[in-house]
């Protein structure tokens, strides 16, 4: 079994990765001082996973939405619900899937050992019928319902709908009722197949528990597989954006609005790393201490809800501005100007240095929470860097590496505005 | 592992609460002014957060503010109104890396209290008026905060079916009050009610992460030293029993789906064994995926994705809220009552009740990893003058029988439904 400890000297800090026999990746931390831990079962299917192929079979196409539904899907077992097995253990059970991943959790302060083995059970066994399948679609019909009345949720989908020609992200992660309908029991287990292998998987778990007890759940539940290829898509994204700017009617108070970049992808791992410098060239672009944000707040054109944030995965990665105002328009012309002016002067090394120190003092608090942990090594896990890099990357981080961000991932030809009015 | 609390007062009506693990990275300090909800000054109260946060006589720059912030190690600064049981609470507060993890042995802790001491104690004001500019700024702000409540349709539903229970108690009043009276303030309004909340405010200081907090103790003691002020004693919400006739009201937004919310009262907010009780009760008819509420009318009738019950000690106060499609309206009312008459009857099996008695103590134990669910639990017992600690309240949860759970589904009655559902009529109705 290979075991190797991964440390942070600036924390004093490490964790362990091991490879199980069974091919599963193991993420584990264990936390002085807590009461709980916080485990996740992981793997790399999402939204955006819409087309694939095992081995060298032929590609298959399934609904949108599929990944979320089979998330919905693997917590029923022949035996019944995996909630009313977590009941037992007194865990909070829950589950996720996003654009590149799904994850399956608990979070516990007693009887571990038990619900580690409801975690590896629920998701290594599937079980779909019909009947189940059918239930399901009502619950996640209104699930859906849900997002359509939520205006942060349109709002971001609609720019990537405009940002995006082909690529999946552009598409509901829970897909629509339409597409759901479509999802039968044999396509879940094609999908499952193809996705649940754990060669391509992590188990992540952070907090108050011991390496041991891990260990033997996966040594007596999990049976060795073997590794398979799948191919997923190559999505033909063209640079540039397919709209310039979309709007919906919703009933919101003061309208909503997000402004995205289109960035320049690389690999996937590249992609998650590069989000640490993406947030910081944002703080420097549009962030509190600008005279940018200034401005645009003295003029009432935005308030405390603005913010940024930098979103990015397989062969995306777009940074975003989103905030409440009356003249978006206004806002996303000022901060397209601001951008220019930026690549043009240059970042300060004043401002650098202070948005760096910044950004250490947040991802700080990652290592001293244990979700926040263990949902790190998930991400370390799947695209392969060391749960601290994030860290040390804003620690070995130079100016040239902000502008050369600035440079090619904020193209104001390449940008787009999403509006959510009354 | 047990966080305990230790509280000790500075000077008359002002209390530093100090909640210290060495677990965490970072510190916060807050400062909570609390006076009671009012609706006379609930408006006028809520702004002053905002106009503080601007910036004080020492740093009268907001960009300068938020560079001195930055050079903090990205200190975080949060001024927000919250409330709990009949007070209005305004909070000043920073957030930032413990001292121990800064690169050059900055004392931060020593550096953020003294910070927040400006922004609360020399504030923008100029012959008796905050700047106009700034003032009128963030007057529209809050209008517009007000009005975006709508945004969200679940918390809006749910707070609009907590104004509906109201009858004139001021505890159900939005804690940032309403969009006729913020039109109506002016820069001396604000002044005034800057210079009654210092002076009238009982304030509780908190102090919650792994640093030393005794140089934010010092800063806060010195801050307070010397002033006369006449400190209130903190409001509970009125308790009154529910109406005979149940309260309804509907709402017609432009929605896919309809929101429903139904309160229930209780008659007492009771002891803490009754509240234990009650807690215990909510759980298991609407608090886990194990629960009557997601067992029936989700997973069974797959009439809802969410359908859950909470609890709010403070005002003996129960909801029930769902997202469900216009024509399910009455099949959800009628399961959801349904089904909590089966806990007054005794309808759930024991292996139940004690997997949910699990569930709350499991959660109750984990509330000291998180500093932020370890202030709020603290803030909110001080308030109702119940401090009990995470591990007081499991053994209380431990001693609640099957009958006190009867008992508690029976002290609880309709009260009021709210509806919001879309504007056109439906196919079905």
Known sequence: MLSETVACRRLEESYTRIVHPSGLTLMLCPMEGFSGAHALFATRCGSIDDSFAIGDEEYTTVPNGIAHFLEHKLFESEEGDAFEQYAKTGASANAYTSFDRTAYLFGCTDNFDQSIEILLNLVTKPYFTEKTVQKEQGIIGQEIRMYDDDPDWRVYFNLLGALYHNHPIRVDIAGTVESISEITAELLYRCYNAFYNLNNMVLSVAGNFDIDTVIKACDKILLPAAPVTVRTREVDEPQSVRERRVEQKLEVATPLFQIGFKGTPKSYRENILAQVTGEIVCDLAVGESTELYRTLYDEGLINASFGSEVMAGPNYLVNIFSGESRNPDEVFARILKGVEELQQNGISAEAFERARRAAYGRYAGVYSSVEAMAGMMVLASLADFSAYEPLELIDELTLNDAQAFLRENFDPARCALSVVRD | ?429
């Not at chain 2, 510190?27 to 408006?43: E, H, K, M």
């Not at chain 2, 946060?53 to 503010?65: I, M, N, P």
């Not at chain 2, 907590?162 to 505890?171: E, H, I, K, T, V």
């Open chain 2, 1 to 429: 592992m047990t966080t305990n609390l230790i509280r000790t007062a500075l000077s008359r009506g002002v209390n530093l609460s100090v909640l210290s693990d060495p677990k965490f990275k970072h510190n916060r300090i807050s400062i909570n002014l609390i006076v009671p909800l009012d609706a006379q000054t609930v408006s006028c109260n809520a702004i002053l957060p905002f106009l503080l946060r601007k910036g004080s006589q020492s740093c009268k720059d907001f960009t300068q503010l938020n560079r001195r912030l930055d050079a903090m190690y990205g200190a975080s600064l949060a001024a927000d109104v919250s409330k709990s049981g009949g007070n209005q609470i305004i909070t000043l507060g920073i957030k930032m890396l413990d001292d121990r993890f800064t690169l050059g042995g900055e004392a931060l802790v020593q550096q953020a209290a003294t910070l927040l001491r400006e922004l609360l104690m020399e504030p923008l004001i100029e012959d008796g008026v905050f700047d106009r500019k700034e003032f009128f700024l963030e007057r529209q702000n809050l209008i517009d905060t007000i009005e975006s409540l709508i945004n969200d349709k679940r918390s809006y539903a749910l707070s609009q079916c907590r104004m509906l229970m109201g009858r004139n108690d001021s505890a159900a009043l939005q804690k940032y009050g309403t969009v006729e009276q913020a039109q109506k303030l002016t820069p001396k309004d604000a002044a005034e009610a800057y210079r009654r909340l210092l002076d009238t405010a009982a304030v509780e200081i908190m102090f919650v992460g792994s640093g030393d907090p005794s140089a934010a103790s010092e800063v806060m003691k010195k801050a307070f030293a010397g002033m006369t002020r006449a400190p209130q004693p903190f409001t509970d919400a009125k308790i009154c029993p529910a109406g005979e006739e149940t309260l309804k009201k509907v709402e017609y937004l432009d929605v896919a789906q309809s929101k429903m919310v139904l309160g229930f009262r209780s008659d007492k907010r009771g002891n803490m064994a009754e509240q234990s009780a009650m807690r215990l009760m909510t759980a298991l008819y609407g608090g886990t995926p194990s629960s009557k509420l997601f067992l029936n009318v989700r997973e069974k009738l797959s009439l809802c994705y969410y359908c859950a019950a909470r609890y709010d000690r403070s005002s003996a106060v129960m909801f029930v809220d769902c997202g469900v499609e216009k024509e399910n309206i009455e099949s959800a009312k009628k399961e959801i009552l349904v089904q909590l008459d089966e806990i007054r009857n005794g309808n759930f099996d024991d292996e139940t009740l004690e997997n949910t008695r699990l569930q709350i103590k499991n959660s109750l134990r984990a509330v000291s990893d998180y500093p932020g669910t370890l202030e709020e639990w603290y803030i909110s017992r001080i308030l109702s003058d119940e401090v009990a600690t995470p591990e007081e309240e499991m053994r209380a949860i431990d001693a609640v029988t099957r009958e006190q759970v009867i008992e508690a589904a029976k002290k609880i009655r309709l009260d009021a439904i709210y509806l919001l559902t879309s504007k056109e009529e439906s196919v079905d109705a």
